[in-house]
C-alpha cells in the first residue's frame, strides 16, 4: 500500500533531523511528508538544506490544522494510508509497522500507538497520566470505546478515515476529538503497543500552567461534540 507519514513542526530545530533520518533508515519504503506550522526557529532552515519533502504552512494553523493539512495532502495525492509521527522525536519508526498492519489487513480504520498497553519506555507524567486516565474515560462514557492512550499523536488512517479528517479536523488538540469524531460514524478505533521515547528537544504545548486549561477545554469539547452529533447529519 502507498503509506505516507505525516510529521508536524512547529519549532522543532533540536529534533526534526534526527527524526526524519530515523525514518528514511528504519521504514524506507515509505513516503514522508514535514509539515512546517510557521517555526521561528531554525526548522526551515534544517529541512531545506537537507533537501527533506516539506509542506510551509502560510500561517500558524496549530497541530490540528498542520495534520488535516497533511491528511489533505494524503487524499490529493493518492495514498493509501496516513500516518501522523509527532516531530519533537517521542515516536520511534521501528513501531510503524505495529501501527500499519491492523489498517493495512483492514481490520481497523483508525489504529493508536500506545504506550499503555505494555507500560514499556517513557510514560510521561503521573499528572498527565490522570489527566489521559480522566479523557480516556470521559470517551468510554460517551461513545462506548475505551482507548487507554486518547493524546498518543502516533496513529495510522486508512483513506476512508483520512478523507473524512481532511474535511472534519478539531484544530486544537484534535486527538481525543478524533476519536470520538471516528467512533460515531461508525469508523473502526483501536491500539497497537508501542514504546515511546521522551521529547528530544524543544517545549511541549501543554506546559504544567495549560495543563489545567486543557483538560477542561478538551472535555467541553468532547461534551458538545457528543450532544451535537446527529447521525442524519454524518
Request: proline share 4%; net charge neutral.
Amino acid at each position: 500500500m502507498k503509506v505516507l507519514v505525516l510529521i508536524p513542526c512547529y519549532n522543532e530545530e533540536a529534533s526534526i533531523q534526527r527524526v526524519v533520518e530515523r525514518l528514511r533508515s528504519t521504514c524506507p519504503q515509505v513516503d514522508y511528508l514535514v509539515i512546517n506550522d510557521c517555526s521561528t526557529d531554525n526548522s526551515e532552515d534544517i529541512l531545506r538544506q537537507n533537501g527533506y519533502n516539506y509542506l510551509n504552512l502560510p500561517i500558524n494553523l496549530g497541530i490540528g490544522g498542520g495534520v488535516q493539512s497533511g491528511y489533505r495532502y494524503a487524499r490529493d495525492n493518492g495514498y493509501d494510508i496516513a500516518v501522523q509521527m509527532d516531530g519533537d522525536g517521542q515516536h520511534d519508526p521501528a513501531y510503524l509497522s505495529a501501527v500499519l498492519e491492523p489498517v493495512e489487513k483492514g481490520e481497523l480504520d483508525m489504529c493508536i500507538g500506545s504506550r499503555f498497553i505494555t507500560r514499556e519506555g517513557f510514560q510521561t507524567s503521573f499528572m498527565r497520566r490522570v489527566g489521559i486516565s480522566f479523557l480516556s474515560g470521559l470517551l468510554k462514557l460517551l461513545c462506548g470505546k475505551r482507548v487507554l492512550d486518547v493524546t498518543s499523536g502516533f496513529r495510522a488512517c486508512g483513506r476512508e478515515m483520512f478523507c473524512y479528517f481532511a474535511d472534519h479536523y478539531a484544530s486544537d488538540y484534535p486527538e481525543p476529538e478524533a476519536i470520538l469524531a471516528a467512533t460515531l460514524r461508525g469508523f473502526r478505533v483501536g491500539e497497537a503497543p508501542v514504546v515511546m521515547e521522551e521529547r528530544q528537544g524543544g517545549v511541549s504545548s501543554i506546559n504544567p500552567m495549560r495543563s489545567v486549561y486543557y483538560m477542561i477545554k478538551v472535555s467541553l469539547s468532547l461534551i458538545i461534540d457528543r450532544l451535537s452529533y446527529s447521525p442524519k447529519r454524518r
